[in-house]
Nanobody, 121 residues
Framework: QVQLVESGGGLVQAGGSLRLSCAAS????????MGWHRQAPGKQRELVAV???????NYADSVKGRFTISRDNAKNTVDLQMNSLKPEDTAVYYCNGFIKLHSGPAFRPYWGQGTQVTVSS
């Protein structure tokens, strides 16, 4: 019904930049919130950034000023520009969205498979 596919992860040195992209496809009627979460080894998944359909956004304190989230409502995509990366940003990054299908009345959460980001010191 719905697929979220991430791309853009990889290995980068501390201080470097990466851009993650996520595309949602399927029988989508509308998308409310889209966001990025991450999970480091041995840690719980945590929110990185979210963006709403009106363009408003929120960030985790740990990434404010370094990461920027953006979305294209027409293409059902969300990007995460990550600058000044630190080793502690190393994690699997997951895209998610609250999506309403043509076949249903409610917004429900959907997740991508994740993309690895590794920042070397």
């Amino acid at each position: 019904q719905v697929q979220l596919v991430e791309s853009g992860g990889g290995l980068v040195q501390a201080g470097g930049s990466l851009r993650l992209s996520c595309a949602a496809s399927g029988t989508i009627s509308s998308i409310n919130m889209m966001g990025w979460h991450r999970q480091a080894p041995g840690k719980q998944r945590e929110l990185v950034a979210v963006i709403f359909s009106d363009g408003s956004s929120n960030y985790a304190d740990s990434v404010k000023g370094r990461f920027t989230i953006s979305r294209d409502n027409a293409k059902n995509t969300v990007d995460l520009q990550m600058n000044s990366l630190k080793p502690e940003d190393t994690a699997v990054y997951y895209c998610n969205g609250f999506i309403k299908l043509h076949s249903g009345p409610a917004f429900r959460p959907y997740w991508g498979q994740g993309t690895q980001v590794t920042v070397s010191s």
